[in-house]
C-alpha cells in the first residue's frame, strides 16, 4: 500500500521561503512520476509542480515558475518542494501525489494516490 506523508507546512511572512517534503513508502517508484499539488477555500486544486522521478526532469505550474523548486531524494524515497518567494497568494493546503508517469503529471485526476496535506499560510 502506498502511503505519501507530507511536512514542512506553517506559517511565514510574504518573501519568506519554506521546504516541504514528502516520505513515499509501499511501492519501486521508477516508473513514477511525483507532483505537488495545492488547494486554497472555495478553489479547485492546483497543478504546483511535478516530477520524473526516474529522470528528475521538473516541470512547473506557471503561478511558482521560478519561484518553487521539486526534487527528489532516490535513496530516502522522498519528494521536496522548496518554496522561495512566498506570496500570500500561495496560501493553500499542499499535497503531495504519485502516480505511474504519463506525460500528463499536470492534471490532479491521474494521480492514483495521495498524502494528507499540509497547510501553508503566507501572511501580507
Known amino acids: 500500500q502506498v502511503q505519501l506523508v507530507e511536512s514542512g507546512g506553517g506559517l511565514v511572512q510574504a518573501g519568506g521561503s519554506l521546504r516541504l517534503s514528502c516520505a513515499a513508502s509501499?511501492?519501486?517508484?521508477?516508473?513514477?512520476?511525483m507532483g505537488w499539488f495545492r488547494q486554497a477555500p472555495g478553489k479547485e486544486r492546483e497543478f504546483v509542480a511535478a516530477i520524473a522521478w526516474m529522470t528528475g526532469k521538473p516541470f512547473y505550474g506557471d503561478s511558482v515558475t521560478g519561484r518553487f523548486t521539486i526534487s527528489r531524494d532516490n535513496a530516502e524515497n522522498t519528494l521536496f518542494l522548496q518554496m522561495n518567494s512566498l506570496k500570500p497568494e500561495d496560501t493553500a493546503v499542499y499535497y503531495c501525489?504519485?502516480?505511474?508517469?504519463?506525460?500528463?503529471?499536470?492534471?490532479?485526476?491521474?494521480?492514483?494516490?495521495w498524502g494528507q496535506g499540509t497547510q501553508v499560510t503566507v501572511s501580507s
Open positions: 509501499g511501492r519501486p517508484f521508477t516508473d513514477y512520476g
Open positions: 501525489a504519485a502516480a505511474p508517469w504519463s506525460g500528463r503529471q499536470y492534471l490532479a485526476k491521474n494521480y492514483k494516490y
